[in-house]
C-alpha cells in the first residue's frame, strides 16, 4: 500500500466545484406556488364566511330599534324600499373607513328607493355614549341612520364581524350579503342590483 503523497509534485489538482446556481428559479416557482395556495385559501375562507352569513331570502325580522336620534323604527318599515343595512363599531377601523362611501351611497340612491340602516354593534349599555361622541365629532352626517343592534337582530344576520353588510329587497328579504370592508365601487354595483 502506498501512502498518498503530501507535497505538491506529483498531486492533482484539485477540481473545483461548478459555480453554484442561484436557486432563484426554485425560490421563485415555490413563492408562485405558494402565493398560488394562499389566493385558493383565501378565496375558499371567503366562501365559507359568506356561506355562515345569514341566507339569501332571509326575512328581516320586526323587532323594534333604538334609533341614535331617537324613536324606534324596524326594519319592516321599509317594505317597498332597498335597505342597505350596515353593522359596523365606532371602534371598528376598517367600518370607519367604509363609513363615508356608505353615507355617500345612500344620499345618491334615496331617490331611486333605497334606504341605509347603520346598526351599531358597540356594547350596550354605552353604546349610545360611543356613537354621540363618534358622530359629534367625525361623521354628523352619519347620525340620521343609526340604530343600536341588539345581538338578537346580530344572531339573525350571524353577525360575527365588522363591518357586515347586507341588502334587502324591497319584500325585506337578503339578497346580498357580505363581511368585511368594500370599495365605493363595489358598493354601487352590489346596490345597483338590489335596485333592480
Not at 334609533?67 to 376598517?94: E, I, R
Not at 331617490?111 to 355614549?129: I, N, Q, T, W, Y
Not at 339578497?175 to 370592508?181: A, H, I, L, N, T
Request: charged content about 20%.
Amino acid at each position: 500500500m502506498t501512502e498518498p503523497q503530501t507535497g505538491d509534485a506529483g498531486q492533482q489538482p484539485q477540481q473545483q466545484p461548478p459555480p453554484a446556481r442561484h436557486g432563484w428559479s426554485k425560490v421563485l416557482l415555490v413563492v408562485t406556488g405558494l402565493l398560488g395556495l394562499a389566493g385558493l385559501s383565501y378565496l375558499g375562507v371567503s366562501e365559507a364566511l359568506r356561506a355562515r352569513l345569514a341566507a339569501d331570502g332571509t326575512a328581516a325580522p320586526a323587532m323594534k330599534l333604538q334609533k341614535y336620534d331617537n324613536g324606534t323604527m324596524s326594519l319592516a318599515d321599509f317594505q317597498g324600499k332597498v335597505v342597505m343595512l350596515d353593522f359596523w363599531a365606532t371602534w371598528c377601523a376598517p367600518c370607519q373607513a367604509e363609513m363615508p362611501s356608505l353615507i355617500k351611497l345612500a344620499k345618491e340612491y334615496e331617490d331611486k328607493g333605497l334606504v341605509f340602516v347603520a346598526a351599531s354593534r358597540d356594547e350596550m349599555p354605552d353604546a349610545p355614549l360611543f356613537v354621540q361622541e363618534f358622530v359629534q365629532s367625525r361623521m354628523p352626517e352619519l347620525a340620521p341612520y343609526v340604530v343600536f343592534a341588539p345581538d338578537e337582530l346580530a344572531a339573525i344576520f350571524q353577525v360575527t364581524a365588522l363591518p357586515t353588510l347586507y341588502l334587502l329587497d324591497r319584500k325585506g328579504q337578503v339578497v346580498d350579503s357580505q363581511r368585511g370592508m368594500l370599495s365605493e365601487a363595489a358598493l354601487r354595483q352590489r346596490i345597483e342590483r338590489a335596485l333592480k
